[in-house]
Each structure stands twice: as C-alpha cells, then as structure tokens.
C-alpha cells in the first residue's frame, strides 16, 4: 500500500558524538504506506537514526521532518508509535496496569481505554496473560507488550527498533503479521535490523555502514542491481561488511 505522500524526510542529517562521527550525510524519505527497513550491522548508526526521528535526539547537522513538521515536535507525539531497542516496562506492575499507565499518558481512560487495551494485547497475542505481572513474562512476552505499548494510541507511524530481536523464529512470524496487518489498515512502519531475513520482508530498504546510507531501493532492486540472490549479498556488494 505504498504511496507518494512523503511522511518521513530525513535531510542531509549527521551527527557525531564526541569526535566519533555516528551518521554522516543521510539524505532518505519514507512514504506513506510503506514498512522501510534500516539494515545494518551494530554500530552502524540505525538506533541513533530512530532517536531523532522520534524527537528523543537532535542531529548536529541536517533536519527530520515527520509529517511536513520539523523533528522534534511535540504536536506528533500522537501520530507515532515507538518501540525501543530495550523494554520500557514496568517489572512489578502487571501488562494490564503497564498499558493503563501508558494509555493514560496519551489521554486514553475509561471504556475507550480499556477497548485499546483489549484490541493490542489480541494482535500480539497476549490476551491470555493480561494480569500477569510483567516481572513473570519471558524476554519475547515483554518484546510483544512492548509492541503493544506502542500500538495504544493508534499511531499513524510505527518505528521499531529491533522489535524481534531475542525472538525465537515462530515468535517472529507472528509478530511480522501482526505488522502486514496493520500495515493493511494503513499504519507506516520503519523497523531497523540486523537480521537478511527481516530485511527481506520490508517494502524498502535502507542499507546502513558506518554512519553512512550505502544503498536504498526494495530488496527485490537492490538484489537485481547487485545481481545477487540474497539481500546478504547485496549488502555485501554494496560494500557492507557482514551484519
Ligand atoms: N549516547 C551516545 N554516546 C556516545 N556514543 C554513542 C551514543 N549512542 C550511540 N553511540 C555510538 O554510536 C554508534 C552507533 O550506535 P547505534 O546504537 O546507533 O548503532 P546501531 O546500528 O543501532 O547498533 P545496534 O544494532 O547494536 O543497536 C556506536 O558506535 C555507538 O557506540
């Protein structure tokens, strides 16, 4: 469901920390209706790059603008979803009272919240274990609350950072279809990752080493340009070292 409507443009942004250059000259857009990858391996800047575009970090050169306004801003707050590399939970409280918590930062209570509630703990598939406490959750449970915390508000955009990472392959298929399908009811995603095989499910890619952007295309482009048979390929034909 891709479209034209640029809803993210990342302009010429770099940013260093302390002397080490971090990201240096990125220049990309994501359109309205797309799940947009960032590849690469650690390091490589994706985390940093996600940060901004949430309005957590500024760039030393370049700007963000997410939905025609410049990052950060505090008016799109509601139109984003963001999952961070590591889980933002309450240990002691149980996933009822962490997405309580959650939903009411954004303004969410009463009925509407508890409707919320009910409908993201379905698509990760944790209704069964709603007033369990958190501190009894395993790793890939706390990732999928994580999601979930995310998906309160009905944001417009999600970015993911490393959404399945320590998720056992089963795990990680279902919760790649819970992104087709709210991808199908319109929500933009931008998921960064390390593993080909993700890489392989987004729209678009983004090819990411040393700071720097070494390739964009769909995988299915940057393959046949590269004529390789896997995005790991590519990636190393585009002079990626291995991710
Ligand atoms: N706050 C910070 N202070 C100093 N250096 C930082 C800071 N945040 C990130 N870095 C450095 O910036 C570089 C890029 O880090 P970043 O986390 O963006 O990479 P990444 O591609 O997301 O890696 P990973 O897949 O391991 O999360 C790394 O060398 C990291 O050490």
Redesign the pocket.
Known sequence: MNTNEVIVSIQNVS?A??K?E??NDISLNVYKGEIFG?L????????????MLTGL?LPNRGENHLFQEKMPSLKLIEKIGYMA?SDALYGELTAKENLEFFGALFGLNGKALQSRISKVMDVVELSDHLNKTVHHYSGGMKRRLSLATALLHEPELLIL??PT?GIDPVLRMSIWRAFYELNEKGVSIIV?T?VMGEAEKCHRLAM?RD?RLIAVGTPEQLKADTDSSSIEEAFLAYGGVKA
Do not use: C, M, N, R
């Open positions: 940013k920390f302390g080490q971090v990201l960032l690469g391996p650690s390091g490589a800047g994706k985390t940093t790059l996600v940060k970090d590399q950072d490393e990472v960064t390390h990411l700071g």
